[in-house]
């Protein structure tokens, strides 16, 4: 159940139009990950990168809040790495990150949370 939702999830293509670019939803992790961080949506940099966390937020939060390594971090045995919006949704005007759109957040991330074997 939970790879099958991780396959529909990447390569979900539903606000491509909204977006006028391809979206690439990143998903990390799996359902017994021990620790659960859900952020707002991924930056430009991880929509490139493909893996969650490879900008300035993720050298925040990895050093000083977490305080572990990379290795630690993306060890799926410890953590699954969700967000509200999959996908990088672009800067607005004033190059403001633009709100996630809450149809990702309606069409995911309940189902992902279900699926957890975990505490939360």
Same mark, same amino acid.
């Given at each position: 159940m939970f790879n099958e939702l991780?396959? #529909?999830i990447e390569?979900?293509?539903y606000c491509e139009e909204k977006f006028g670019f391809e979206p690439h939803p990143i998903f990390w992790g799996q359902e017994n990950s021990k620790i659960v961080?859900?952020?707002?949506a991924p930056s430009s940099a991880v929509h490139n990168s493909g893996k969650p966390f490879t900008d300035m937020s993720g050298k925040t939060l $990895?050093? #000083?809040?977490y305080q572990i390594?990379?290795? #630690?971090?993306?060890?799926?045995?410890n953590f699954f790495i969700g967000a509200i919006a999959h996908c990088y949704s672009e800067k607005d005007k004033k190059g403001n990150d633009?709100?996630?759109? $809450?149809?990702?957040?309606? $069409?995911?991330v309940e189902k992902e949370l279900k699926i957890l074997n975990n505490e939360i």
């Open positions: 991780k396959r #529909e390569k979900c293509n961080q859900i952020s707002l $990895k050093k #000083e809040w390594s990379d290795e #630690e971090f993306y060890n799926v045995d633009r709100q996630p759109p $809450k149809c990702c957040f309606n $069409k995911w």
